[in-house]
């Protein structure tokens, strides 16, 4: 069964994604967000995510999963980073991917990355991924959140996702780890 939910999940994402992310009023889950590029205040160079986090999915018989990531969008406007991800769904998933866009806005961050190992049957190696984060603090009353991640993207979706995003909601809280999202630091890395 959860490999039925699990392909029909990657389907919805791929169907929305291949859609160009455009407001459908029947699923609350693929909107596009409702502040424009002007006045999400996102950093266009300096940008940072970093850490590691676990999350329980509940709608997957709270399967753990777990990442660890490191997206840094140099000042230059290059992206370096990995994405290293375990999850306990259908069995064991595992996929290792290459960051290729992260924009920070505020204490959240939008993110995709583009698969080189896998696991997932509808997650193959060349295809990419998209999540949302929110670093919340160091502190076990406002954990770190992040949504699941979402494969079956194309490359020009992750580009719209870091761009202008797509609502990955619900977010769900971590269990443990912690995120830390950034802006600007003053070295030149």
């Not at 029909?8 to 994402?13: G, Q, R, W």
């Not at 205040?41 to 709608?59: K, N």
């Not at 992206?79 to 991917?97: F, T, Y």
């Not at 996702?161 to 971590?174: E, I, K, V």
């Amino acid at each position: 069964m959860r490999s039925v939910l699990q392909g029909a999940k990657a389907l919805c994402v791929v169907a929305v994604l291949g859609c160009g992310g455009a407001k459908d009023s029947t699923s609350a889950r693929f909107t596009a967000p409702e502040m424009s590029r002007a006045e999400e205040g996102s950093s266009s160079a300096g940008a940072q995510v970093t850490g590691d986090i676990a999350i329980l999915l509940p709608g997957f018989d709270n399967a753990l999963e777990q990442y660890s990531v490191s997206a840094i969008r140099h000042r230059d406007g290059s992206v370096s980073g990995e994405l290293e991800e375990k999850s306990e769904q259908q069995g064991g998933q595992h996929i290792h991917a290459r960051l290729v866009c992260v924009t920070v806005t505020g204490n959240s961050a939008r993110l995709a990355a583009r698969l080189e190992k896998s696991n997932v049957p509808f997650g193959p190696v060349g295809s990419y991924v998209v999540w949302s984060v929110i670093d919340n603090g160091n502190g076990k009353a406002h954990p770190d959140q992040t949504t699941d991640i979402f494969f079956g993207a194309t490359e020009a979706n992750a580009e719209f996702h870091c761009a202008t995003g797509f609502n990955l909601a619900p977010y769900f809280n971590s269990v443990r780890g912690n995120l830390e999202v950034g802006t600007d630091r003053d070295d030149d890395r």
